[in-house]
């Protein structure tokens, strides 16, 4: 009882000592420190200038020169607290208000942007990408989700593109409401020297979409995780995939690679100096530069001669596509623009950012196209990747490609992939599966609104198991009333017999996925006339079969209507044009050709007098870029296909 009534009153004294001696200090430290631990290593956060300047000059800041801003008033820093301990219990049931999407569904309304402010040209893309969605409002009443006008992209105090007086504007507005339904994009966080998700405003109860998502902070299911894409991303499109059919073995010229920055001091530089470590000079490829930055000439140690003289040897282009995996280290921040390259060329991706809420985590499977390992562990890393068997490999490398082909290539994709995740968390019993999301062609070819059973879809008929059936429809409906499968489509030219429509819809029950018909023409460009152009000769070649004799599923109605913006559609102006682009949506979903069945029928030839003006046409819109994943690619080799091939798999086919 004695030895209690001791330890007792000596924590009395040092509380009474801290309290009087140290409460000044531990209210800084408090207002700029994570409720969680700091993990071991990091930088201090600092809450005295002068401390800070024994550790870095002006001079020595990551920024890009600009002029921080101020610094927040401690009744600022306290609201700030108060806002992050309630934004992290939001979820949608309690942050968000349902009923504004019943009467009119799923409308985005942006805020009017402000005059004189500037925005930079990635937000404007992604508002343009919004706008463009089809589910863009002009009325704020009929609205379920609001997005700011204000480019909220970059919140680095440091940096030139930040927009300071966020906040005040917000709350001036009447639309703001506390961020209650709103969403806000951001990709940048943070400052130096400590990078913390601090945005420089209370977000309230809005929704973040944001890069480099700190697993602790993110709320799942109400917060989306976004990849970090560069500025010059494309807007549509995108370029396609480096992975090539038939690309066996899977195994490249390299095993591992990496090339980057390495950080002498400061956040992240502990994985980046020990990268070096993995080099080996033959199937693993590590190679850092500490040349980047302001002052680094100051800072430089033994290591950044030699290391810089084997960083130029290599080219990192040519690393990424002839790797096999791909290190992808934290930054200073946990995202990093490499994730996305490293996709792009199939080089597997090997997560090495502890606490970072992969892209769209929420939708997607990681583990089935990159490889997550711990900072800890690093320097086992080569040897893990050396026991992936090249079955599993080959199927990491092509699940690399349908995530970066479907979500991640374009600024268009990434927008939808937000919105629509966004959208099915409304409706959950309308919702779509995760196999969806990671299966070909992709959650956002996959319309809820048709379906929410995989075995309703052409793409997913042989994975189902699930048996065609032998019924057909002789004459087009509207989606409404076509009850069966196969659509038979036929214009008034079209004179076929009925052995030959049996003959048609017995291929077509072969590829339910693709258009099967008659009257089949190849396009091609034109080099010399700097155009599209599109031959009916006969070749071993063909790229489009004309819905004026053929059949298809009755789905790439829905999809033709739903995912073919009103720009082309109206453009083309039907007829012909409309036949081209049902082929080439098809196409851009399936990533497979048509099947032609027989001869054109000759009836049929005055309907594509001049296609090549519909190619075009399309072209024109584009600015001669491939569309956005819901919609089309004009990429003569993507469906190609033998015509000899094709007759030897029609004769081994039974009649019904």
């Known amino acids: 009882m004695q030895t209690g009534t001791k330890y007792l009153l000596l924590a009395l004294l040092a509380s009474c000592l801290l309290l009087f001696f140290g409460a000044d200090r531990l209210r800084r430290a408090a207002s700029f420190s994570s409720p969680k631990a700091e993990a071991p290593g990091r930088w201090p956060r600092w809450a005295d200038g002068s401390l800070l300047q024994s550790f870095a000059g002006a001079g020595e800041l990551e920024g890009d020169g600009a002029a921080p801003s101020p610094s927040p008033s401690p009744k600022a820093r306290r609201a700030a607290r108060l806002g992050t301990h309630q934004r992290r219990r939001c979820r949608m049931e309690t942050c968000f208000d349902r009923s504004r999407c019943e009467q009119h569904g799923f409308k985005v309304f942006v805020y009017p942007r402000e005059a004189g402010v500037p925005v930079s040209d990635a937000y404007l893309n992604i508002l343009a990408s919004i706008e463009e969605s089809g589910y863009r409002t002009a009325d704020a009443g009929a609205a379920c989700l609001f997005v700011l006008g204000i480019d909220t992209l970059d919140r680095d105090r440091l940096s030139a593109r930040y927009v300071p007086g966020v906040g005040e504007k917000l709350r001036a507005s009447a639309l703001w409401n506390g961020g209650r339904n709103h969403l806000i994009f951001t990709l940048y966080s943070g400052t130096w020297p400590d990078y913390a998700e601090e945005l420089g405003f209370d977000s309230g109860q809005a929704m973040l979409a944001r890069a480099s998502a700190r697993a602790e902070t993110f709320r799942p299911g109400f917060d989306v995780s976004l990849p970090l894409f560069p500025a010059e991303h494309p807007r549509k499109g995108g370029e396609p995939g480096c992975l090539r059919q038939r690309a066996l073995p899977p195994r490249k010229k390299y095993l591992l690679v990496f090339k980057g920055k390495r950080y002498l001091t400061g956040i992240g530089s502990g994985t980046r100096n020990a990268l070096r470590r993995l080099h080996d000079g033959k199937d693993v490829v590590s190679l850092t530069s500490c040349r980047h930055g302001r002052g680094w000439?100051?800072?430089?140690?033994?290591?950044?001669?030699?290391?810089?003289?084997?960083?130029?040897?290599?080219?990192?282009?040519?690393?990424?596509?002839?790797?096999?995996?791909?290190?992808?280290?934290?930054?200073?921040?946990?995202?990093?623009?490499?994730?996305?390259?490293?996709?792009?060329?199939?080089?597997?991706?090997?997560?090495?950012?502890?606490?970072?809420?992969?892209?769209?985590?929420?939708?997607?499977?990681?583990?089935?196209?990159?490889?997550?390992?711990?900072?800890?562990?690093?320097?086992?890393?080569?040897?893990?990747?050396?026991r992936v068997g090249p079955e599993r490999l080959l199927a990491l490398q092509q699940q690399t490609q349908l995530l970066w082909d479907a979500y991640f290539s374009s600024v268009d994709k990434i927008v939808r992939t937000t919105l629509e995740i966004i959208r099915d968390r409304l409706s959950p019993h309308r919702s779509r599966a995760r196999f969806f999301w990671n299966a070909l062609p992709g959650g956002l070819l996959a319309l809820p609104d048709f379906s929410t059973r995989p075995g309703d879809f052409p793409f997913y008929y042989l994975q189902q198991g699930r048996p065609r059936r032998r019924r057909h429809r002789d004459r087009f409906f509207p989606y409404a009333e076509i009850r069966t499968d196969a659509v038979l489509s036929l214009d008034e030219h079209a004179g076929l017999s009925t052995s030959e429509v049996d003959f048609a819809f017995a291929a077509w029950r072969s590829f339910p996925e693709r258009i099967v018909g008659f009257p089949a023409r190849r396009h091609f460009w034109d080099a010399e006339r700097q155009r599209w152009g599109c031959s009916a000769e006969r070749s071993n070649e063909l790229s489009i079969v004309l819905p004026a004799a053929a059949f298809y599923h009755r789905y790439y109605h829905s999809l033709f209507v739903r995912s073919v913006p009103a720009g082309p559609r109206g453009l083309l102006g039907g007829g012909a044009c409309e036949d081209v682009l049902l082929n080439l949506l098809v196409a851009a979903a399936t990533k497979l050709p048509p099947v032609k069945v027989d001869a054109a029928t000759p009836g049929s030839a005055p309907r594509l007098l001049q296609p090549q003006d519909c190619l075009d046409r399309l072209a024109a819109w584009l600015g001669h870029m491939p569309l956005v994943p819901s919609q089309l690619r004009l990429d003569p080799v993507l469906f190609k296909d033998p015509v000899s091939v094709l007759r030897k798999k029609y004769r081994r086919l039974e009649m019904p």
């Open 297 to 386: 000439q100051r800072r430089k140690d033994a290591r950044c001669d030699r290391d810089h003289a084997d960083y130029e040897k290599f080219d990192y282009q040519e690393l990424l596509r002839n790797s096999t995996f791909c290190l992808i280290p934290r930054g200073r921040r946990l995202g990093s623009f490499r994730f996305l390259e490293a996709l792009q060329a199939a080089c597997v991706p090997v997560v090495l950012s502890d606490g970072w809420e992969l892209p769209f985590s929420e939708v997607l499977d990681w583990g089935k196209a990159a490889v997550v390992a711990s900072e800890r562990l690093l320097l086992q890393v080569p040897s893990a990747v050396r």
